[in-house]
Every structure is written in structure tokens, then in C-alpha cells.
């Protein structure tokens, strides 16, 4: 059973464009993370949101919280080749346990 | 500033052979400890964590098995590979309170002929 059901699977854009990727669950989590995995690579760390509600950007990139803590989104602005790559969403239900990980969503952004 | 290692960054290995994956964290005492796998560009499968030295929780029943000898130290092993443990095998820390924020290594890329 997938915790974390993220939306689209791939996402073929140009560049300039605007998207929005989505990351839902029937689950509350105390915390939700987005993470971006280029490939052949570890992924990395994006952004961390806690308050049902809670909005955070950065630069292009704008994430929020739903305020049942149990969805997010992932917008962004004029897409750029560089954002390219395997976005994926996490999840803490609980204080200890481990992260539960989305799918993700494929992103190519070409020039 | 914290790092993780983790080795080798890739591996191939015949069936039936043993595996064994290293993965240290500097920096920080008392991690916890994850072992992901991740299928052709797609999510992570949560495969072991620790929270601790000899703590060890399995999520999957599987051909692998996860010691946690030293502090820092996570290792994953099998005693026989099968074709099916081939992918992209990730390790990565979480502080051990607060908000479990993942930090990963560069992975490693299992190939079983």
C-alpha cells in the first residue's frame, strides 16, 4: 500500500513554463519533506513544512501544506532546464518513525 | 558539518554471491540509520532503519539483512544474491529528534549476473 501517492508520474514541459506537481494521502503527517534526485545520485533535500497551511518558497520553486497535513504541492515558476529531475515527496507520521516516500513525479524541462 | 559515505558507488556481482554495502556518517552522534532501494528512477522502498547500535528494524522481508555495528556505521549485507536484489541501493541519516529530515549518500548501483 503507497502512503504517499504523488501526481504526475512525468511531466514533459518547456522551458518558461509553469507546472504544479501533487503529493496526497489519506494520512496525517507531522512533517513533509520534497526532495530532487538527479540520476545516478542521492536525493537531496528541498524544503520541510510542519504547519497545516504553511507556505515556502524558494526562488522559483513555491510548496505548500494542506491544512490537514495530509497533502502538499509542489508549484513552480518558468521552468528551467536546471529543475529537471525526479521530484519526490516524504512523509513523517510520527515522531521516530521512518519517512515514508512517494513515487515521484518525473520532471524534463527542455529549452 | 555533517557527510555521509557511502561505497561502492557501483557493483556488479554474480547470482548467488554475498553482498556487503558500507555507509558512514560523520559529524553527528547518535543518527538514525536508513537502507532505501530504488527501482529504475522511481520511489524509495524503505528497507531497514536504526535508531540506534544493534537496533535494527526491517520493513520488508527480504534476501537482505542490515547490522549496525558502531554508532555511525550501517551495513547492509546478503549471504546469496539473487537477480532481483539488482538497483539503486541509497543510505541516509535523520537527526535523532526532532523533524526526520533525510540526508542521503550517493548510492549504490547493484547489478547481480
Known amino acids: 500500500t503507497q502512503l504517499l501517492e504523488q501526481s504526475p508520474q512525468f511531466l514533459s514541459i518547456q522551458e518558461g513554463e509553469n507546472l504544479t506537481v501533487y503529493c496526497n494521502s489519506s494520512s496525517v503527517f507531522s512533517s513533509l519533506q520534497w526532495y530532487r534526485q538527479e540520476p545516478g545520485e542521492g536525493p537531496v533535500l528541498l524544503v520541510t513544512?510542519?504547519?497545516?497551511?504553511e507556505v515556502k518558497k524558494l526562488k522559483r520553486l513555491t510548496f505548500q501544506f494542506g491544512d490537514a497535513r495530509k497533502d502538499s504541492s509542489l508549484h513552480i515558476t518558468a521552468a528551467q532546464p536546471g529543475d529537471t529531475g525526479l521530484y519526490l515527496c516524504a512523509g513523517e507520521r510520527h515522531s521516530g518513525y521512518a519517512l515514508n516516500f512517494g513515487k515521484g513525479t518525473s520532471l524534463l524541462v527542455t529549452p | 558539518s555533517q557527510t555521509i559515505h557511502q561505497w561502492p558507488a557501483t557493483l556488479v556481482q554474480p547470482v548467488g554471491s554475498p553482498l556487503s554495502l558500507e555507509c558512514t556518517v560523520e559529524?553527528?552522534?547518535?543518527?538514525?540509520l536508513y537502507w532505501y532501494r530504488q527501482a529504475a528512477g522511481r520511489g524509495l522502498q524503505l528497507l531497514f532503519y536504526s535508531v540506534g547500535i544493534g537496533q535494527i528494524s526491517s520493513e520488508v522481508p527480504q534476501n537482505l539483512s542490515a547490522s549496525r555495528p558502531q554508532d555511525r556505521q550501517f551495513i547492509l549485507s546478503s549471504k546469496k544474491l539473487l537477480l532481483s536484489d539488482s538497483g539503486f541501493y541509497l543510505c541516509?541519516?535523520?537527526?535523532?529528534?526532532?523533524?526526520?529530515?533525510?540526508?542521503f549518500g550517493q548510492g549504490t548501483r547493484l547489478t547481480v549476473v
Open positions: 513544512v510542519v504547519t497545516g497551511g
Open positions: 541516509a541519516w535523520s537527526r535523532p529528534t526532532g523533524i526526520a529530515e533525510a540526508f
Open positions: 559529524g553527528t552522534s547518535n543518527p538514525n
